[in-house]
T-cell receptor, first 114, second 112 residues
């Protein structure tokens, strides 16, 4: 079956602009995770969804970052007023409920802020 | 908070040689440990995981890892590597009920 998909695969934006990154999880996976992979910080957890609610947002680096999930499926990560330090690969993962030990990752969105 | 440390940022080996990628964790409680692989321009793929039980865990592509509680280690090994194993490898620990905390990664380069 189809894996986790993310779009766009690459995004180049200017400093100060808003961006939206999309994640489409594996069908039936109610848990969804966002991570960020950057040169300076490695792989960091951002936020976790169970269904449409986000019980753990502890990794969001600032209030410029937000995420939502609708219909228990697609999730959107929004970064407002982008800064150069936001440049990174944003990875999405999904899993069955209660099976966080088996997370399936998407290919990521590479964000470049000029 | 739980964390993992990958001791080598880069490991070069020759094809068909054995390899060990080192990972140490810091936790005084029971841990769930993972190794993920990231091939160039791709997402992460789970290689293997330790949740409980046997301390020797076998994964995909001929990799295995041994959970060593006394040394707080979870080193990844393969007896004979191939060019196709060239990738970045990440050790991770589950923190809390859901999120993964990753090490800095080890870039494995296979030379012919």
């Amino acid at each position: 079956g189809a894996g986790v998909s993310q779009s766009p695969s690459n995004k180049v934006t200017e400093k100060g602009k808003d961006v939206e990154l999309r994640c489409d999880p594996i069908s039936g996976h109610t848990a969804l995770y966002w991570y960020r992979q950057s040169l300076g910080q490695g792989l960091e957890f951002l936020i976790y969804f169970q269904g449409n609610s986000a019980p753990d947002k502890s990794g969001l680096p600032s209030d410029r970052f937000s995420a939502e999930r609708t219909g228990g499926s697609v999730s959107t990560l929004t970064i407002q007023r982008t800064q150069q330090e936001d440049s990174a690969v944003y990875l999405c993962a999904s899993s069955l409920a209660g099976k966080s030990d088996t997370q399936y990752f998407g290919p990521g969105t590479r964000l470049t802020v000029l | 908070a739980q964390s993992v440390t990958q001791l080598d940022s880069q490991v070069p080996v020759f094809e068909e040689a054995p390899v060990e990628l080192r990972c140490n964790y810091s936790s005084s409680v029971s841990v769930y440990l993972f190794w993920y692989v990231q091939y160039p321009n791709q997402g992460l793929q789970l290689l293997l995981k330790y949740l409980s039980g046997s301390t020797l865990v076998k994964g995909i592509n001929g990799f295995e890892a041994e959970f060593n509680k006394s040394q707080t280690s979870f080193h990844l090994r393969k007896p004979s590597v191939h060019i196709s194993d060239t990738a970045e490898y990440f050790c991770a620990v589950r923190q809390g009920a859901q999120k993964l905390v990753f090490g800095q990664g080890t870039r494995l380069t296979i030379n012919p």
